[in-house]
């Protein structure tokens, strides 16, 4: 398996909560397939991982790079159209305050 480099890093720790899906799908939006999309956050954002399944099924990869407990860092890759993506866990995809 290949080692996916990040197009893209975006420290969410950084920016307003009412901001941070926005952001991520659009960057997310402008990979091309095989690119990645590096996120580093202060929790695990399963919230954000069930948007992906909901908005682009099959469209991405989620790989944990670091799983906490003070930071966690994951790559969001884009597949080529039709590719599986993994299945992931849901909480709330509701893009409230819980939310990456």
Do not use: N
């Not at 480099?5 to 991520?24: G, N, Q």
């Amino acid at each position: 398996m290949q080692t996916q480099v990040a197009k893209h890093h975006i420290d969410v720790r950084v920016i307003a909560p009412r901001e941070r899906h926005a952001l991520i799908f659009s960057r997310f939006d402008d990979l091309a397939p095989g690119e990645a999309l590096e996120l580093v956050a202060d929790h695990d954002p399963r919230p954000l991982r069930s948007q992906f399944d909901l908005r682009s099924p099959r469209q991405f990869g989620w790989t944990y790079v670091e799983t906490g407990p003070e930071r966690w860092r994951m790559l969001i890759t884009r597949l080529a159209a039709g590719a599986a993506g993994e299945a992931g866990d849901s909480c709330c995809g509701s893009g409230g305050s819980c939310c990456a």
